[in-house]
């Protein structure tokens, strides 16, 4: 019967119909039983949650194709390949979306109340938490959905709880005051990983403040020996300098701290200061703490405003206050005249109050890094605050020995050093957040005995009085509290389920370097914690996506590209090897949201070309059976030989390169096979044998070898593009061995054949195509037309050479349109063209009878007088001394380059002139 495809690719057609043939199959799920009872051996990869208010993006389209990748590829190999998918309730993300939705109403979460909002905001989750899921299927990913995952839902919330309730026990959970990273936006703690720094172009000033009168003997003597801090207002009074980014936080602060072995200061230690504008008076201390070659050597201490004075304040009993309010206000601690200032407003007022008073020492520019929060973008302030936190020092430590060891490996592998480093000066994490989205803490309070439970389930009365009335913590865990659990937690741990046993641990992790930190150290740290093991073996953390001027994809700065968008106009196979191939190990990718048909022409020129080319063979590879390759061993051709040579060269390469990761090199490598072999040569030199043979059984021997390559190479580009992939496989000839798979995506992975390998064959037909190339290059460089016959002479021809030319002539009449071709043949005084082959064969195409010799001459010696006209004029210009003087460095330089180009020119006609000439 025959095979009818359209003439163009259409994806818009072909890609649904295909995933959802792959969907109803059930041929993503894996049942635990295959790995328990069948014993198959498992891959696994779960997926980096999205955030469930999130819609794909490219970060998304990169990431989640190059786990598909690996997906397909395991599971033609024979494996047990689990791809868990899921979403991340993202506490932060989704309060704010749905706040936002509210403030459209003129209504906040407070006026709802704290269950109605979560109940909000539970529909809002029903209503648009699948989408990104929904979109993921339209780029391909094989995940098995009816594993489908919700940090939210009941068996991952009781692992949340079981994990809070375990650590507590241990002691690694606790509540205390501290500076904390708040956003005054958000309303909430960030975890360190979460205040995101950027390096800014920011201000240091400086303040005075007037130094106790009883102090200024010491002062004075300070001065002499080198205190550049200290100086004297037009009163007469000594003042010390010191130095902030944040001028405003000096209404909160509580000391001056100098190092104890600077000995410019050391007699000031003890005395008092004069806090301008608050009419309080601090303390000069010393402290280790203090770096003397910064600045003047001479720190302000804000123990509730800033972390590391927080921490020198508790070693000197300093008590902290509080100057601002949760919304980054001055608050009721501050001098009444700042009262309800904005932070910044209030920073501007400070700096002119004291500038009127005599006491500001000007500014300077100044480095710094500004923390934002990485959700909504405010800069972050640091707070104190009450939260709770994790010790994580005991729970870092076999995560870094599972790195040094080897157990769990980084690709590219400079991350290691980055992620242990991390680990070796870890601080404890801040886990709790002031959301009402999100799980809650499991602590309650008993506020008639004081007791604090902390409880696997919501406990009805206080087991040490008995008082029902508990009040539960009203903070929410971070959304990463739940996140961390994720390898585990979706295969229903803290049971000891079947899925658990058979899918633990996984395999791969793929995702941006931004969340290692955040995410990939933490879930290995749980799962030795909580499993005993790593969770998986390999990281691969993948390059960032960023437009032609190298910035970061982003929906603020309108730089994005919807990858649906792609998929609509060109497909998802174009979307998938257009990332794929760029996506060089431990680079990043840049595409043009302002061209996205040049941007993603290599996936869509590819695609067309598989489609092309699968679509002609398959409409002339006739009707009839097509036999095993054992039945035409021995009538196959050369480029039989080579085709299936190289075929067993790229399964090789293309396997080891997935083994490595080198996932831009299996597309490259892909690339080169199918387009620059097996299309562009042995699809070409097959064509006449398909259609009447050449010789007894050359028809058949094509048929088979033509199948045999094109199974083999769409399985191994199906991980790549999938889509048009399946389409042709489905409609090729089946030979064996055994059953036919319903699909090729659990079709065999190509294994290397050593029978194929044929060193001979290829070093044959590497002459035959030195020859091919040298013989079209020298029509197109002489305007011979392209469907004229011609003649070809060659002398000097190895023996070898020589007999593969004896063989496969036809291939040259094929490709090159050689009509006859002579071997030693005489080469009188008639003209034509010359070249040499890379073997050292002399090749000479006469050129008489295929165009005006007469007129072609006279046209290239016009042709070559121009050029050697301009050639007098640049060297004349390049010999006068003056020129070389006077004119500036590049425009000589211009003028060097283009005399070259033009000997090159000179050379290259003067050539064809001497060839034509018939000398």
Not at 199 to 225: F, I, M, T
Not at 301 to 316: G, K, M
Not at 375 to 382: G, L, N
Not at 723 to 751: I, N, S
Request: charged fraction near 25%; charge should be negative; hydrophobic fraction near 40%.
């Amino acid at each position: 019967m025959a095979v009818e495809l359209p003439p163009r690719l259409d994806p818009r057609e072909m890609e649904p119909r295909l995933y959802a043939a792959w969907n109803r199959s059930g041929l993503f799920h894996v049942p635990a039983r295959r790995v328990l009872e069948e014993g198959g051996e498992p891959f696994v990869i779960v997926i980096p949650p999205p955030n469930v208010t999130a819609v794909l993006h490219m970060g998304h389209g990169l990431n989640n194709t190059i786990q598909d990748v690996l997906i397909r590829w395991r599971r033609m190999q024979g494996r047990a390949s689990l791809w868990v998918p899921g979403t991340d309730h993202a506490g932060i993300a989704t309060q704010n979306v749905v706040e936002r939705l509210l403030a459209q109403e003129g209504k906040s979460r407070h006026d709802l109340g704290r269950e109605a909002f979560v109940e909000r905001t539970w529909a809002f989750v029903r209503e648009t938490g699948g989408t990104i899921l929904e979109q993921l299927k339209a780029i391909g990913c094989s995940c098995d959905w009816e594993r489908t995952r919700f940090t939210l839902d009941p068996g991952l919330s009781r692992a949340v709880r079981e994990v809070f309730v375990r650590l507590y026990e241990k002691g690694l959970i606790y509540r205390g005051e501290y500076i904390i990273n708040w956003c005054p936006r958000c309303h909430t703690a960030l975890a360190n990983e979460e205040a995101e720094a950027e390096e800014v172009q920011g201000r240091l000033y400086h303040l005075r403040y007037p130094l106790d009168p009883a102090a200024a003997p010491a002062a004075e003597r300070a001065r002499a020996r080198g205190a550049e801090a200290l100086g004297r207002l037009a009163d007469g009074r000594w003042y010390l300098t010191v130095s902030t980014t944040r001028p405003e936080t000096m209404l909160g602060d509580m000391a001056v701290a100098v190092h104890p072995d600077d000995e410019r200061y050391r007699e000031l230690v003890g005395t008092e200061v004069e806090l301008p504008l608050t009419g309080r008076r601090i303390l000069v201390v010393a402290d280790p703490y203090v770096d003397r070659d910064f600045g003047t050597g001479m720190v302000k201490v804000t123990p509730a405003h800033d972390p590391n004075d927080f921490e020198l304040a508790r070693r000197h009993g300093i008590p902290p206050l509080d100057v601002m309010t949760p919304e980054a206000r001055m608050g009721d601690n501050a001098p009444e005249a700042f009262r309800g200032m904005d932070r910044f407003e209030a920073r501007k007022a400070v700096l002119r109050a004291l500038e009127e008073m005599g006491l500001y020492g000007g500014e300077t520019p100044h480095t710094h890094a500004l923390p934002r929060c990485y959700r909504c973008d405010t800069v972050v302030e640091p707070r104190l605050s009450e939260q709770w936190f994790v010790r994580m020092k005991p729970l870092a430590q076999p995560a870094l020995e599972a790195s040094r060891r080897g157990v769990v490996t980084f690709v590219p592998g400079r991350w290691q050093k980055v992620y242990e480093q991390w680990l070796e000066n870890i601080r404890d994490w801040c886990i709790s957040r002031q959301l009402w989205w999100g799980h809650r803490i499991p602590v309650w309070y008993c506020h008639e005995c004081g007791a604090t439970l902390v409880a696997r389930e919501d406990p009805s009365r206080c087991p040490h009085c008995g008082n029902v009335r508990l009040q539960q913590d009203p903070d929410v865990l971070d959304t990463w509290f739940s996140s961390w659990l994720w390898p585990f937690s979706v295969f229903g741990w803290p049971e000891e389920t079947p899925d658990l046993k058979a899918f633990y641990p996984g395999h791969v992790l793929s995702t941006a370097p931004e969340i290692l930190f955040f995410w990939v150290a933490r879930m290995i740290m749980a799962g030795y914690e909580f499993m005993g093991q790593a969770p998986f073996r390999t990281v691969y953390l993948h390059g960032t996506v960023r437009d032609t001027k190298g910035r970061k994809m982003s929906k603020s700065l309108g730089n994005g590209i919807d990858p649906l968008e792609v998929v609509e106009r060109f497909g998802a196979d174009a979307l998938r090897f257009t990332v794929v191939s760029a996506a060089a190990v431990g680079t990043d990718i840049y595409l043009d949201p302002e061209d996205l048909e040049a941007s993603f022409a290599p996936g869509r020129n590819f695609a067309n070309k598989v489609w092309n080319a699968g679509r002609f063979a398959l409409l002339n590879l006739g009707s009839e059976p097509v036999r095993g390759l054992d039945e035409v061993a021995d009538k196959l051709r050369i480029p039989d030989r080579w085709i299936l040579s190289r075929l067993n060269r790229a399964v090789q390469n293309l396997t080891q390169d997935l083994e490595k990761f080198r996932l831009h090199d299996v597309a490259e490598g892909a690339y080169h096979f199918f387009w620059g072999e097996f299309a562009d040569w042995y699809l070409e030199l097959v064509k006449p044998r398909l259609k009447d043979g050449d010789g007894e059984g050359s028809r058949e021997a094509a048929r088979t070898v033509l199948v045999t390559v094109l199974d083999n190479a769409l399985r191994l580009l199906h991980p790549l593009i999938p889509f048009v992939t399946e389409e042709l496989w489905q409609k090729l000839p089946w030979c064996g061995p055994g059953p036919r798979p319903p699909f090729l995506m659990v079709a065999p992975w190509p294994e290397p054949r050593p029978e194929w390998h044929d060193p001979d064959a290829e070093a044959r037909m590497a002459e035959l195509q030195d020859l091919i190339v040298h013989t079209r290059r020298l029509r197109k460089e002489y305007g011979v037309a392209e469907g004229a016959w011609v003649r070809l002479v060659l002398r000097g021809v190895p023996p070898v050479f020589r007999a593969t030319l004896a063989q496969e002539e036809w291939a040259l009449r094929t490709l090159a349109r050689v009509e006859r071709l002579e071997l030693e043949g005489e080469v009188g005084g008639e003209p034509g063209a010359h070249a040499v082959l890379s073997d050292g064969t002399e090749v000479f195409l006469p050129l008489q009878g295929l165009l005006d010799v007469t007129r072609e001459v006279e046209r290239l010696e016009a042709e070559l007088h121009r050029v050697e006209r301009q050639l007098a004029g640049t060297r004349g210009k390049l010999s006068n001394e003056a020129f070389l003087a006077r004119a500036p460095r590049e425009v000589v330089e211009r003028e060097r380059e283009k005399m070259a180009s033009l000997e090159e020119q000179a050379g290259k006609l003067a050539e064809k002139l001497r060839a034509l000439r018939g000398r």
